[in-house]
């Protein structure tokens, strides 16, 4: 039985290395071409997957070649049950466009295609078959009106429900009530809120302020090589991120917030969740590649015996 749903998109990523970014209308020579199959939903999935964890994802693609392209992962990962994804007629798989410039700067269009599909009747049929489930991870490449549904149904089957709200968009507040953990990175906070989040003064006062929208039991913002702050009704925790060389930041919140699922699905406590996930996310940026970076089960323990958990 699957104890993790994920709900998502699936893309696959076309990234051009370029000298610098191009301005409108220009045309510059790429340094590198390469394809990788993405997408949050895709991502957090394997990123349980390979956790050791039992992850059913629930996405659309495409009937195209790109189809077979984004699924490459997915198909060869243990623990990745498929079975809830489906395939649309005449519309495209996810596609992203990414730049990335010699400073690792990027800039990235998203074509969603089919995973703009992704509908109530997918959460139903998923809830209809599997019983069980022990969380929900979902993101926003999908319809909001999906996610929203999404969070209520499986929050009425008591599972504990974890958006991970990127790309940022305004929320409509009635949303949070049906929100456990929330896990924006420091400019998604800032947009779910309409400030400027600056220091960590800013990232606690947001936080409580969503906790105040209905967010059940915490606020848990990433901030990159800072690592993340929890804030729940009576704790404000800063946990300091493992300190690694990274050479790929791309994909580190779809790592940290599949090690925060299986960590809270498993009885951890928000703040070892998080600690687990920060260990996760930090292995990961030591490979290049969203995918192909994120770490299993062995490496994440190990990693943790050498750093210690504090
Ligand atoms: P996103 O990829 O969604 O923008 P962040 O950049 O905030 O998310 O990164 C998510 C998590 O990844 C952080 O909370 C931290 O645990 C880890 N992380 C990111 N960058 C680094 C880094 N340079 N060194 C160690 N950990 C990192």
């Known amino acids: 039985m699957p104890p993790i749903c994920i709900i998502g998109s699936i893309h696959v990523d076309f990234i051009i290395r370029v000298p610098r970014i191009p301005s409108i209308g220009e045309t510059i020579l790429g340094e590198g071409f390469e394809i990788h199959p993405g997408g949050k939903g895709a991502n957090q999935c394997i990123g349980v997957a390979r956790l050791g964890v039992r992850a059913s994802l629930v996405s ?20 990745v049950v498929l079975d809830y994804v489906s395939t649309v007629e005449g519309v495209h798989t996810g596609v992203a466009f990414i730049l990335v410039d010699s400073s690792g700067d990027n800039i990235i269009a998203v074509a969603p295609g089919a995973d703009m599909y992704v509908s109530r009747s997918d959460v139903d049929k998923v809830l209809k078959s599997i019983h069980g489930f022990k969380a929900l991870l979902v993101q926003l490449e999908i319809p909001l009106d999906t996610v929203a549904y999404a969070l209520e149904k499986f929050h009425e089957k008591d599972v504990l429900t974890i958006l991970n709200p990127a790309p940022a968009v305004v929320l409509h507040e009635s949303i949070y009530k049906y929100v456990d953990v929330l896990t924006p990175n420091s400019t998604e906070l800032g947009i779910l809120v309409g400030l400027d989040i600056g220091s960590l003064d800013d990232v606690i006062h947001a936080s409580r302020k969503l906790l105040k929208a209905g967010v059940r039991i915490a606020v848990v913002t990433t901030l990159g090589a800072n690592g993340a702050v ?5 704790r404000v925790v800063h946990l300091p991120a493992f300190k690694v060389k990274a050479i790929d930041t791309t994909g580190a919140g779809d790592a940290f917030n599949a090690g925060l699922a299986v960590a809270l699905t498993e009885g951890m406590g928000i703040i070892d969740a998080v600690l687990f996930a920060n260990a996760v996310a930090a292995l990961s940026t030591t490979k290049m590649g969203a995918q192909e970076g994120l770490p299993r089960r062995d490496d994440v323990e190990d990693f943790i015996k050498r750093h210690g958990l504090s």
């Open 60 to 79: 659309r693609v495409g009937n195209d070649f790109l189809a077979d392209m984004a699924l490459k992962n997915l198909k060869t990962e243990d623990n």
């Open 230 to 234: 929890v804030v729940t009704r009576n």
